[in-house]
Structures are given as structure tokens and as C-alpha cells.
């Protein structure tokens, strides 16, 4: 029982704890050289970029599949 729960949390923990540990990071550089935070900063944006084409892709494709059905 906990190998299936674990195997089903390990990938969401991974990113949580992944964009924390990028946040962390940003902050800290932001302390030393503002310029340094765009690294992680930078990082994080391409994720959530990332995240919204596949969501746009996912759309459109569920888009496609509801209205072929409609269609005889």
C-alpha cells in the first residue's frame, strides 16, 4: 500500500520540492547580486510556460475529439 502511494506522490513531491528549492534559490541569490536571481527565476518561468502549451495542446485536442463526435 505505501509503494503505491509513494509511487503515485514521488513525482508531484519532486516538483513541489523543486520549485521551493528554485524559489529558495532565487532569494538567496537575490540577496547576493540581484542580476544572479534571474537564473532560477528564469527556470521557474519555462516550467509554467511549458505547463500552459501542454494545457493549450490538451484543449484543443479534447476540443477535437468533442466536436468529431458530433459530426456523423
Known sequence: MSR??????AIPM??????????GAAVW???IHPILSLGP??????????LV??????????EEEIFSRRRP
Open 4 to 9: 503505491v502511494v509513494l509511487g503515485l506522490l
Open 14 to 23: 519532486l516538483v513541489i520540492f523543486g520549485v521551493l528549492f528554485l524559489l
Open 29 to 31: 541569490l537575490l540577496s
Open 41 to 50: 527565476i528564469a527556470i521557474l518561468g519555462l516550467g509554467v510556460w511549458r
Open 53 to 62: 502549451e501542454r494545457d493549450k495542446q490538451s484543449q484543443r485536442t479534447l
